[in-house]
Each structure stands twice: as structure tokens, then as C-alpha cells.
């Protein structure tokens, strides 16, 4: 992967406590070897605790809160995994305002997991084409999504992905779709 493709991009993570650790560390990792800047969002300052599974992993510091961030000022989004995180963020209305400003923009947005619960919730989901874990599949469906079981996929503006297995597939289609965005900002 070139280094530095990425440079200056505005990243943001949208996550909270619960987060499935691998799912923001490794896409995060790869990003900033990219050159992107990420910055982590969440519904309160401080840091939020992150989980292997069902066993606390490390914590990651909150730079931003959902009342201090501006969707206007981030070029992608990244959105991790892990149940408790994303039934957490889904009930949040700054949350879902967020990845909506993000989504009305056709900026990207990178999906893991359960992460697309936000998507959900957020009623951005009704003819799109996407994946997760497998047991939100019905939601996704319901929600009027085609939801298919594959490692990586990417419909306009979205790439989604299933599980921590899927994370080397995952960087790869996410870097992809955000140094498009990148190209496309800098003609503009």
C-alpha cells in the first residue's frame, strides 16, 4: 500500500463504549499509515472502552464529542463494530444526524459488523446493498437493504464488511473508496 495516499483526509470514527476492539484499531492503523487524519467521535468526552469479543480490551481516547463534531468537515467515516457499540450509537439522534449529513453528501462511509445499525436507525439503508455479521442480516433486510453474505462490499458511497476476519479485505475496499473521494474533492 503507497504511503501517504490518504494525506489530509478528514476520518471520522464514530464509536462508543463496546466498540469491538479490532474493528477500530486495524481500519484505524491502516488509515493513518495512509496518511489520513482520524479523529474519534462519541457520545461523551474521555475515552471509551473497547472489547475483544465479550472480554474488555484496551481503551481509545475520544477526541471529539457528537455535540462538538461538524459532518461538514470530515471527508469519510469509518463505523466499527460490536453490539454494544452499535446498539448504543443507533439510539443516538446526534449520531444518526451525523452519518446522515455524511451520507446527503455522498461522502464515504466505511461499515463493519454491527455498525450498520446506525445505518438503520438512521433510514439510510432502503435500497442500498450491503453486509454485516450475520446476525443483523434480518434488520438490514427489514430496513429495505439487499444484505448479501460476502467479505467485502461497496455500493456508491459505502463499503461494508461482516466480522474481524474480513478486516485485511476491509482496508483494502476502504482505502480504495476513500482515496476516490479524495480525487474527487481535489478536482472540485
Known sequence: MAQ??????????????????AELIEPRK????????????????????????DEKAEKVE??????????DVFDAVLLPGG???????????KAQEFIRR????????????????????????KGRKLTSYHTIQDDIRNAGA????????????????RQPSDIPAFNQAMITLFRQRKGRAQVA
Open 4 to 21: 501517504k495516499m490518504l494525506q489530509e483526509l478528514r476520518v471520522a470514527i464514530v464509536a462508543t463504549n463496546g466498540f469491538e476492539q
Open 30 to 53: 491502516a488509515l493513518d499509515e495512509a496518511g489520513a487524519r482520524t479523529i474519534v467521535i462519541a457520545p461523551k468526552a474521555g475515552k471509551i472502552q473497547g472489547f475483544k469479543h
Open 62 to 71: 475520544v477526541d471529539l464529542t457528537l455535540n462538538e463534531a461538524n459532518a
Open 83 to 93: 453490539a454494544l457499540n452499535a446498539d448504543a450509537l443507533r439510539v443516538e439522534p
Open 102 to 125: 455524511i451520507d446527503e453528501a455522498k461522502k464515504p462511509i466505511a461499515v463493519i459488523c454491527h455498525g450498520s445499525w446506525l445505518l438503520v436507525s438512521a433510514k439510510l439503508t
Open 146 to 161: 439487499e444484505w448479501t453474505d460476502q467479505a467485502v462490499v461497496t455500493d456508491r458511497n459505502w463499503v461494508s464488511s
